[in-house]
């Protein structure tokens, strides 16, 4: 898997499940102000239902904020990293 496609796979759960064709420029804007040429997202498909992209969004987000026996776990880990400068990982 490379990275672009680990990127595209998470896109799809933060866009309701659907993927987007990817680009690097939105838009050209010319000296005078004017835009020359616009990029927007175009859907390309959809491998997960909505339903599934907000319950893995929940599972996630419920990873991060912990819930459960994790939750100790992952403040302290999220604490300590404001103090934090090194490269080494915490969790």
Request: hydrophobic content about 35%; cysteine-free; charged content about 25%.
């Amino acid at each position: 898997m490379t990275p672009l496609q680990l990127i595209r796979a998470y896109g799809a759960i933060a866009n309701e499940g659907k993927t987007h064709d990817p680009y690097v420029v939105r838009r050209v804007v010319a000296a005078d102000g004017r835009i020359q040429k616009e990029n927007h997202p175009q859907v390309v498909g959809q491998p997960i239902t909505p339903e599934t992209a907000a319950m893995v969004t929940t599972l996630l987000r419920d990873v991060v904020e912990g819930v459960g026996p994790e939750r100790r776990r992952v403040s302290m880990a999220l604490r300590s990293r404001q103090n934090w400068h090194g490269t080494k990982s915490l969790i």
